[in-house]
């Protein structure tokens, strides 16, 4: 069983920056693509970063680029392996439910939109403001 669970979120000071972890388990490595997406108050959901666990291969959606990135640290041990997103330069705009979620053949998560993607975190919530 798949399962995820996010951490990290909270208050940051504009121009601050916040990393946010998704621990995943139960999530076969081999294909597979880990994405952090996330919805503002009264906004769509809107992708922010892809991962390819196995390979580490990395994909940032142009409207994020140069201020969050995304990495990754697989376990050796066991099947849970942690994916993080930094945000680098936060905005008040960036103040917003992040999630992440599983993406099994690595063809949905570039689309930005979150339509489909498999499993889903409860999220974490970041707060841009000071």
């Known amino acids: 069983q798949v399962q995820l669970v996010e951490s990290g979120g909270g208050l940051v000071h504009p121009g601050g920056s916040l990393r946010l972890s998704c621990l995943v388990s139960g999530f076969t490595l081999k294909d597979g693509y880990i994405g952090w997406f996330r919805q503002a108050p009264g906004k769509e959901r809107e992708g922010v970063a892809c991962i390819g666990l196995s390979d580490g291969s990395r994909y940032i959606q142009p409207s994020m680029e140069g201020r969050f990135d995304i990495s990754r640290h697989i376990s050796t041990v066991g099947d849970q392996h942690m994916v993080y997103l930094s945000i680098l330069k936060a905005r008040p705009e960036d103040s917003a439910d992040y999630y992440c979620?599983?993406?099994?053949?690595?063809?949905?998560?570039?689309?930005?939109?979150?339509?489909?993607?498999?499993?889903w975190g409860q999220g974490t919530r970041v707060t841009v403001s000071g």
């Open positions: 979620s599983t993406d099994p053949l690595g063809v949905s998560c570039i689309r930005g939109n979150g339509i489909g993607m498999n499993d």
